[in-house]
């Protein structure tokens, strides 16, 4: 009987990869999740792992570009093959007859392979990554797929699946920067836990596990691809509690998207523990504390350095009387938000004047590319973000294209996978202008640095009740300050002005971006 292997699905926007290296030779025999060879795509590198035991038969060659479902080699299953092999094995107690052999590897799980784990490609201008923290402890037992540790690199933070199923073993320790494929820990491949294997197994619970592998039981049974592993962690599902309705019984996308997260049954609550004695802080004392700076922190000095000593950056600022908007969102909130979904926020407004400021005053949305001047038709707003690991700035893709209601969702949507430190690297690069906030913190006015290598980015401040000459009169309006900060390389004074009071413009009087004009 032969196995057929084919590129597996690796992300939903990946259509074909590179055989990088083949790690086994033709007609080589192979065991149960052995890693035969390196998938390249344009985002990563992954291992293809074989998906039953045999003599391998090659059918692409190294460099080879295959589509998706493609075969990539033929997997010869011989019974025995495994025989012999097991055979030939030599056996560590010698009063164990050869026919007992299997069942005392059965008993214990391991299967003698080490499992080396890398550091992923995360992103083609990320180099290195600093290991923050290990989920799991060096020494335990982790299944494949299950989450063992926390990676930052200068961008974002990546969560780290286990490669196979196994014991642990730590290699690198928290706070270590790591190159790209550095390694970072070692798994001692295993078929069951230590617990399960220590136990002798009853005629009951042995029937399960011998149907579990009778029938038409593959690899793919019951492991869930790329997107529906993100799916299901950010559900808190376990691949298991989910019935596979994909190729052999691997679990899809769609029955990700549809499964419900088990009602856990009522424990007795646990018994109260003895009151620990609270830490009291000496009055005067003169301690201090010290924290490795995260990979992203640096980057974020380091740009920051950058964008003031190789820019001219200049700031203009004027001010905008809130009222109107205010007004509008008190009239239509609520009707907005039952019809959409989602609250009618100051960032829409703000997004959608920009955007209409920038196609007219186009120098604000370039950038400088060496000697030339690179200007975009579009409108990529990347909205700064503070994260718990640090400021990011996700992009709203084409905003000058989106509706009100879009760009609210597309803004809750990212602001949400900030906060958990979901972001992707796609979701953060690219954008052509930036809109800060410092207003939610309570800043009256500030100058924001530019976020390289865009040319310029709006600050906004909190709304203050000031009296303002209105047409004679003294009247008490609601007024921000707004800044934009520009790079005077490309933007001129009268530009980056004009720019400004145009946003001013359309914010004092919104029904002009219902009419364009």
Request: aromatic fraction near 4%; hydrophobic fraction near 40%.
């Amino acid at each position: 009987m032969s196995k057929e292997i084919k590129v597996p699905a690796v992300g939903e926007s990946i259509t074909e990869v590179t055989l990088g290296k083949w790690f086994k030779k033709d007609g080589d025999q192979v065991q149960m999740d052995e890693v035969l060879c390196e998938l390249e795509s344009d985002k990563a590198t992954f291992e293809l792992p074989a998906e039953s035991a045999g003599t391998l038969r090659i059918k692409a060659q190294e460099g080879d570009t295959l589509e998706i479902g493609a075969l990539i080699c033929v997997i010869e299953e011989s019974s025995t093959s495994v025989s012999e092999s097991s055979s030939s094995t030599p056996v560590p107690m010698s009063t164990t007859t050869p026919t007992s052999a299997p069942a005392v590897s059965a008993a214990s799980g391991k299967t003698g392979e080490v499992k080396t784990m890398i550091v992923p490609t995360v992103g083609e201008s990320i180099t290195e990554v600093t290991l923050a923290n290990w989920l799991k402890k060096d020494g335990d037992f982790v299944k494949l797929d299950e989450i063992i540790a926390e990676v930052d690199s200068d961008k974002a933070t990546f969560e780290l699946p286990a490669e196979a199923t196994g014991i642990l073993r730590h290699v690198a320790k928290e706070g270590d920067t790591l190159e790209i494929g550095g390694l970072i820990c070692k798994i001692e491949v295993s078929d069951a836990s230590p617990a399960a294997s220590s136990s002798v197994p009853t005629p009951q619970a042995e029937a399960p596990a011998a149907a579990a592998t009778s029938g038409n039981e593959t690899y793919a049974s019951g492991h869930a691809s790329p997107a529906a592993s993100k799916i299901l962690a950010e559900k808190g599902v376990s691949p298991t509690a989910v019935s596979g309705s994909g190729k052999d019984g691997r679990i899809t996308k769609e029955d990700a998207m549809s499964a419900q997260k088990p009602v856990a049954a009522l424990s007795p609550a646990p018994a109260a523990k003895a009151a620990e004695p609270a830490q009291v802080s000496v009055a005067g004392a003169r301690s201090e504390r010290r924290e490795k700076m995260s990979s992203l922190r640096k980057t974020v000095s380091r740009r920051l350095v950058a964008v003031k000593n190789e820019t001219a950056m200049l700031t203009t600022f004027n001010e905008v009387n809130m009222k109107p908007i205010m007004d509008m969102r008190s009239k239509f909130k609520d009707q907005f938000k039952e019809k959409h979904g989602v609250g009618l926020g100051f960032m829409s407004f703000f997004t959608k004047a920009v955007c209409v400021a920038l196609q007219e005053w186009p120098s604000v949305n370039a950038k400088i590319d060496g000697n030339e001047i690179v200007f975009n038709d579009y409108c990529d707003i990347s909205i700064a973000v503070s994260a718990p690991k640090g400021l990011v700035v996700p992009v709203v893709r084409n905003a000058e294209a989106m509706s009100f209601d879009q760009i609210e969702k597309e803004i809750v949507r990212l602001a949400g996978k900030a906060r958990d430190n979901k972001l992707s690297i796609e979701e953060m690069t690219g954008g052509t202008f930036t809109i800060t906030n410092g207003g939610v913190f309570g800043s009256m006015m500030s100058t924001p640095i530019i976020n390289a290598p865009q040319s310029a980015i709006l600050g906004m401040h909190n709304i203050v009740e000031r009296p303002m000459a209105v047409n004679g009169e003294v009247k008490i309006l609601p007024m921000m300050y707004l800044a934009l900060s520009y790079d005077h390389r490309i933007i001129d004074g009268r530009e980056s002005v004009s720019f400004l009071v145009r946003v001013k413009q359309l914010l004092e009087d919104p029904t002009r971006l219902l009419f364009g004009v």
